[in-house]
């Protein structure tokens, strides 16, 4: 290997592999002085210094300066040369893409089912392989190699010479994206996604608000006939969303959090110290308000971060006076309760 071989390898990988010269000069500088210290019986002070305009070499260490010729390293130091050239190539090629999918957690991607890894699925994402656990699978989802796939990006780690990306499909990061995607409105940041709760596979709850009063930002969200959100459903493979406007009163974010169920302004109490809020309901909107198995009172406690505790205006006057009251608390007792929730449709 001469100068202008070094130069001329260092431009081809560069160029192939997208990956910085620099980094390559410093991995060829390493593996080249791993096989002068075996050919000189030198330390570990012996260092490699490569020009990086002409290519050539300059072999130092503490004491002198060699004047050396890598042709005449011999077969078991330029065995190490290559082996070393290789892993920091490697190495370096790894750190690329672990820069690159870094930076992109909390991102969409798209892929291919290529196989089945234990209960991993495996997704090809062209350069590198993303892993979806089955953990972060919905539930009833099924694909088959082949199949086109979206996730969102959770972790990437260093896993010896390679990366590891881990994605998700129940992150709610997922329908966040979707609707980035399908809403420009969304994308333009016109409107704000303010937050997303998701019970994966059965119903998403969406607050957005619009920075445009001109714009409505749940119709917008929906799109003409519904395509819009049609089209993140159909992704989701049929999981209900509910797209609520945001309001920075809390009382109003639990009356539109808790539809479809109707529910009046004044009945809302809520209670800082606990931060619970009582609300009252008339009897025909109470299993409708609680939803199916306490799913919509569930997720409307996430969507506004306070206990929702469901009563009618009798199980109210009860507790006051001191007699006995059931109440629906989030995700308490909410499953006894009789379900309207297939009238419930994603506005």
């Known amino acids: 290997m001469n100068k202008d071989d070094i130069l001329r390898m260092v431009d081809v990988i560069s160029r192939e592999k997208e990956i910085d010269k620099e980094t390559l000069f410093l991995g060829l500088e390493d ?26 070499l300059s072999v130092e260490d503490d004491e002198e300066v060699y004047e050396v010729n890598p042709g005449e390293l011999g077969r078991i130091a ?20 672990y820069d690159e999918y870094e930076s992109r957690v909390g991102q969409l991607i798209n892929g291919t089912v290529q196989r089945f890894d234990g209960e991993d699925l495996v997704i090809n994402l062209g350069r590198v392989e993303a892993y979806l656990p089955r953990t972060e699978r919905v539930r009833g989802e099924t694909f088959q190699p082949g199949d086109r796939i979206r996730a969102i990006v959770t972790e990437v780690r260093k896993d010896g010479p390679r990366v590891r990306i881990e994605v998700s499909r129940t992150s709610s990061d997922l329908v966040r994206r979707l609707f980035e995607l ?33 714009i409505d930002c749940i119709g917008a969200c929906v799109g003409v006939r519904g395509a819009r959100i049609k089209a993140v459903i159909d992704e989701l493979r049929g999981e209900r969303i509910d797209i609520i406007k945001w309001s920075d009163s809390l009382e109003m974010l639990v009356m539109n959090g808790l539809k479809p169920a109707e529910i009046d302004l004044d009945n809302i109490f809520p209670d800082t110290d606990s931060r619970t809020v ?14 199916k198995r306490g799913q919509n009172v569930r997720l409307a406690s996430k969507l506004c971060g306070w206990d929702i505790d469901i009563k009618t205006r009798a199980e109210f006057e009860a507790e ?25 449709g994603p506005l």
Not at 79 to 96: C, S
Not at 183 to 190: D, M, R
Not at 278 to 291: F, K, M, P, R, T
């Open 31 to 56: 593996a080249l002085a791993v096989g002068f210290r075996k050919r000189l019986g030198a330390g570990d002070d012996l260092v490699v210094k490569i020009d990086r305009k002409t290519g050539e």
């Open 78 to 97: 330029a065995q190490a040369v290559k082996q070393g050239i290789n892993q920091k190539f490697r190495e370096a090629e790894r750190d690329k893409l």
């Open 182 to 214: 399908e809403v420009p409105e969304v994308a333009e940041e016109i409107i704000e996604i303010k937050r997303v709760v998701r019970e994966p596979g059965y119903r998403t709850k969406m607050a957005v608000l619009s920075s445009d009063p001109k």
């Open 278 to 291: 009582v609300v009252i309901v008339d009897e025909e909107q109470q299993s409708l308000a609680i939803g």
């Open 320 to 344: 006051q006076l001191g007699g006995p009251a059931a109440s629906s608390q989030a995700g308490e007792g909410a499953g006894n309760a009789p379900s309207d929730d297939d009238d419930e």
